[in-house]
């Protein structure tokens, strides 16, 4: 039930039941309010504290609406006076929206231009600083300039010049069949996967995925768990297909199973990332994930594993799949080369339950009938001839010394502030703020020093319970990170 301000501004409303987080709603409110003209240039706003009060919510989500709002020109705060619509608002909407296009937000809608109401609530990052560009920290950005383009250009040339018939045709809706036999055999020698290639469809990447699943799994509403706080992308596609998020809270020993059932003991699905939790860097303990998969296989609920950042572990060797432990066949098994090769790659796959095949590729062929094979082909040559392996251990080396570079200018420049999360594995790490500082502030201020730190709030569903900057160092050479730290040390004090 939406409650609206019972005061002297009676703007905003706000839905808990909503999957649009409490401080997006606010920040959505107080924006369109302004570009509609129902607030005025120079109008004074109430403070957060009698908002808070008004709307029966914590204060923290009202602070961040309103920091954004700040960052963003639409408020602005006068000393010992309090904040007020922005006086340098044009009289028309038209420059305001512009100014707010040119953001990088979306164009305003048209009138009498229906869209599917969902997609409202997708939260597009584009706009936001810590996504704009190239820079240190920035996530899942690997160290494109370590990878052996001459060996791909190599297995690019040979298969342009000589293509068969099969990969000029089109193709089947699963996968090229040689691909599929060879990333078989590597999932299940690397990541104790039990498939076979008949089991494997190869996707443009886990979006791609992820959505396939939603599509065949999920109805309008279905409930689905999902890790609070976890990953956007993954939120954006199951709110899209119209799913039911609930959030379960995470902590060092993964998604809590017991917090789930309490919340939604039926629940159709749950998206977990157990090998290398997104964002916080948990890995889900034995104890939990047997507990996962009896929840699964008495519910018949269907569990959707993301085995987000698996190859790159430090203190410990990789954690086998949580797929490998199912005798139910309740799980669905979702993995990228994105992140260990290039993005630009766009070559994901899924490992199926046998009984689901034919029904997935009926969808995917709907879609867009199949992958395209030329990639496909020069991966398989990849991972045949040991390219990849190779790779791969250049890059666990290499991403460990830069991992040990940031820990340890984060403990030299911010040691009294910040506590480090999720170093053991991965790309990136979370930078944890003590609760009095509000992390998008600090990251737009990140922003202006050339940095991509993402606050932590924007991964939760519900109000944040921490405060942190996720730090990806994939792509940032250990030399530069001592200095990019201490200009992130500015931007935190």
Same mark, same amino acid.
């Given at each position: ?6 005061g ?11 999957? !649009?987080?409490?401080?997006?709603q606010v920040?959505?409110g107080?924006?369109e309010a302004? !570009? ?11 403070? *957060? ?6 709307l ?13 709002l $700040? ?6 705060s ?15 909407? *038209?420059? $305001? ?16 231009r ?5 997609a409202?609530?997708v %939260? ?11 820079? @240190?920290?920035? %996530? ?21 010049r000589?293509?068969?018939?099969n ?11 040689p /691909?599929?036999?060879a990333?078989a ?13 008949e ?19 999920l ?6 768990w999902?890790?609070? @706080?976890?990953?956007?992308g993954?939120?954006? !596609? $199951? ?15 993964? $998604? ?7 919340r ?20 889900l ?9 009896d929840?699964?296989r008495r ?5 959707l594993?993301?085995?987000y ?23 669905i098994?979702?993995?990228?080369f994105?992140?260990v090769? /290039? ?9 199926l @339950? ?5 029904r /997935?590729?009926?969808?995917?062929d ?6 395209? *094979? ?8 990849f991972?045949?001839?040991g ?5 791969l ?14 820990v340890?200018? %984060? ?5 009294? *502030?910040?506590? !480090? ?7 990136h ?6 609760e009095?500082?509000r ?11 050339g940095l991509?730190?993402? @606050?932590?709030?924007t991964?939760?569903l ?6 942190g900057?996720?730090?990806g160092y ?15 040390r500015?931007?935190?004090?």
């Amino acid at each position: 039930m939406k409650k609206a301000p019972s005061g002297i501004l009676p703007i905003i409303a706000v839905d808990r039941r909503s999957s !649009v987080p409490l401080y997006r709603q606010v920040y959505e409110g107080y924006r369109e309010a302004i !570009v509609d003209r129902r607030l005025r240039a120079g109008q004074r706003l109430p403070s *957060t504290r009698s908002l808070a009060s008004e709307l029966g919510i914590s204060r923290i989500p009202i602070l961040s609406a309103f920091e954004q709002l $700040l960052a963003e020109g639409y408020f602005e705060s006068r000393v010992g006076a309090g904040t007020f619509v922005a006086r340098s608002l044009p009289d028309e909407g *038209t420059p $305001l929206e512009a100014r707010a296009t040119a953001r990088g937000a979306a164009e305003p809608e048209r009138p009498g231009r229906r869209v599917v109401s969902r997609a409202s609530e997708v %939260l597009s990052p584009t706009g936001d600083p810590w996504f704009a560009g190239h820079g @240190p920290f920035r %996530l899942s950005e690997p160290a494109l300039d370590q990878f052996p383009f001459q060996v791909w250009s190599s297995l690019m040339a040979r298969h342009s010049r000589n293509p068969t018939r099969n990969q000029l045709a089109y193709g089947d809706p699963m996968g090229y069949r040689p /691909f599929r036999e060879a990333l078989a055999e590597y999932l299940r020698t690397s990541r104790a996967v039990r498939c076979e290639p008949e089991q494997l469809m190869v996707v443009s990447g886990s979006q791609q995925a992820l959505e396939l699943s939603a599509r065949v799994l999920l109805d309008t509403g279905s409930p689905v768990w999902f890790e609070e @706080p976890g990953y956007a992308g993954a939120k954006d !596609v $199951l709110t899209l297909a119209r799913a039911r998020l609930v959030p379960v809270p995470v902590d060092e020993d993964g $998604l809590d199973v017991s917090a789930g059932i309490a919340r939604c003991a039926n629940a159709r699905a749950v998206y977990v990332t157990p090998s290398h939790q997104y964002p916080l860097g948990g890995t889900l303990s034995a104890s939990r994930r047997l507990q996962l998969l009896d929840w699964a296989r008495r519910s018949g609920a269907w569990i959707l594993e993301d085995d987000y950042d698996s190859e790159y572990r430090y203190e410990s060797q990789p954690i086998s799949a949580l797929q490998g432990l199912d005798r139910d066949s309740r799980v669905i098994y979702i993995g990228t080369f994105s992140k260990v090769l /290039f993005p630009a790659l766009r070559v994901g796959y899924l490992v199926l @339950p046998e009984d689901l095949v034919p029904r /997935f590729a009926r969808v995917r062929d709907a879609m867009d009938i199949f992958p395209p *094979t030329l990639f496909q082909a020069v991966l398989t040559d990849f991972l045949a001839e040991g390219h990849f392996a190779r790779h791969l251990r250049k890059m666990r080396q290499l991403y460990r010394e830069r991992r040990t570079a940031l820990v340890d200018a %984060l403990t030299r420049e911010l040691g009294d *502030t910040v506590e !480090v999360l999720g170093a053991q594995a991965g790309m990136h790490l979370v930078a944890a703020l003590p609760e009095r500082l509000r992390d998008r502030h600090i990251a737009e201020r990140a922003a202006k020093e050339g940095l991509r730190a993402m @606050p932590l709030s924007t991964c939760y569903l519900e109000d944040a319970t921490r405060q942190g900057l996720v730090l990806g160092y994939g792509g940032t050479d250990a030399a530069r990170i001592p200095e990019a730290v201490r200009r992130l040390r500015r931007a935190v004090r």
